[in-house]
Nanobody, 122 residues
């Protein structure tokens, strides 16, 4: 079992930055691929970024590539999402997830956090 708790969301102006954190419980955190997803009102949950268990490879949605960076600290059981050059269309609830595969597929992730709201004003 892995429990995930996101933090770091908030209100920011367009062009600003935020860093999201996802703290995981459980001794097996380092064996999981980790992903960030987001869901805007009235929309499906969408892939943002993912990172392999060891942190050696990362993958991003085209809409955030070059602006967002996913990273992890296995010693601290934490995964991060650094978000720069934020746009109003980045407004959503952001979720972290743990799974056994590094993939953009929502269904492949076994554990999810409760989400943290990110609002970008224009």
């Amino acid at each position: 079992q892995v429990q995930l708790v996101e933090s770091g969301g908030g209100l920011v102006q367009a062009g600003g930055s935020l860093r999201l954190s996802c703290a995981a419980s459980g001794r097996t955190f380092s064996s999981y691929a980790m992903g960030w997803f987001r869901q805007a009102p009235g929309e499906e949950r969408k892939f943002v970024a993912t990172i392999t268990w060891g942190g050696f490879s990362t993958y991003y949605a085209a809409s955030v590539k070059g602006r967002f960076t996913i990273s992890r600290d296995n010693a601290e059981n934490t995964v991060y999402l650094q978000m720069n050059s934020l746009k109003p269309e980045d407004t959503a609830v952001y979720y972290c997830a743990a799974g056994t595969r590094t993939t953009s597929e929502t269904s492949a992730y076994d554990y999810w956090g409760q989400g943290t709201q990110v609002t970008v004003s224009s």
